[in-house]
T-cell receptor, first 114, second 112 residues
Framework: EAQVTQNPRYLITVTGKKLTVTCSQN?????MSWYRQDPGLGLRQIYY???????DKGDVPEGYKVSRKEKRNFPLILESPSPNQTSLYFCASSGVSGARSPLHFGNGTRLTVT | GQQVMQIPQYQHVQEGEDFTTYCNSSTTLSNIQWYKQRPGGHPVFLIQ?????EVKKQKRLTFQFGEAKKNSSLHITATQTTDVGTYFCAGGATDSWGKFQFGAGTQVVVTP
């Protein structure tokens, strides 16, 4: 089954403790991206990747890092999480046309930073 | 930079009625996509519009892309309880194949 898999689904952590949210897709998609969803703000793009080793900032990249060493994986790294990064995070992927192709979303990761 | 605004934020609809949600961008878009997110779920792709003035229909849903490619609308006729959820528009930047900006969404509540 074609899918985007995020782990974990829920994560509670403390300020400053490094964490990684994993994202994997099995559709051989070139494009992958991360979004955070907050009430009243919709989804805001954090980072995106057009292909392996090619990443770029979205609208809200501060406090986040990403890497794209393999085509299928696009982890989101929070080196020193803060409470304002408490949010619902979505990973998405699409084909060669990047944001001009339909996005396939993972099920989301709800992160709480205390 | 590009800003995508969506109105209304909330829409309470009686079952059987029609409603429209609007999406406006401060800059010209390369394309616009619409997504639906059910409560507790993830966004699911509905449709993409690319051409100026384009109109597409999916059963009771009608999508339009403005002539200037800066605005779009989603019109739902004869609303059903299955239409409950949040509808997002998302616009692609003309100068980047990777940048994508979502509107804040219209949360739709349907009363029987």
């Amino acid at each position: 089954e074609a899918q985007v898999t995020q782990n974990p689904r829920y994560l509670i952590t403390v300020t400053g403790k490094k964490l990684t949210v994993t994202c994997s897709q099995n559709m051989n998609h070139e494009y992958m991206s991360w979004y955070r969803q907050d009430p009243g703000l919709g989804l805001r793009q954090i980072y995106y990747s057009m292909n392996v080793e090619v990443t770029d900032k979205g609208d809200v990249p501060e406090g986040y890092k990403v890497s794209r060493k393999e085509k299928r994986n696009f982890p989101l790294i929070l080196e020193s999480p803060s409470p304002n990064q408490t949010s619902l995070y979505f990973c998405a992927s699409s084909g060669v046309s990047g944001a001009r192709s339909p996005l396939h979303f993972g099920n989301g990761t709800r992160l709480t930073v205390t | 930079g590009q800003q995508v605004m969506q109105i209304p934020q909330y829409q309470h609809v009686q079952e059987g009625e029609d409603f429209t949600t609007y999406c406006n961008s401060s800059t010209t878009l390369s394309n616009i996509q619409w997504y639906k997110q059910r409560p507790g779920g993830h966004p699911v792709f509905l449709i993409q519009l690319v051409k100026s003035g384009e109109v597409k229909k999916q059963k009771r849903l009608t999508f339009q892309f403005g002539e200037a490619k800066k605005n779009s609308s989603l019109h739902i006729t004869a609303t059903q309880t299955t239409d409950v959820g949040t509808y997002f528009c998302a616009g692609g930047a003309t100068d980047s194949w990777g940048k994508f900006q979502f509107g804040a969404g219209t949360q739709v509540v349907v009363t029987p």
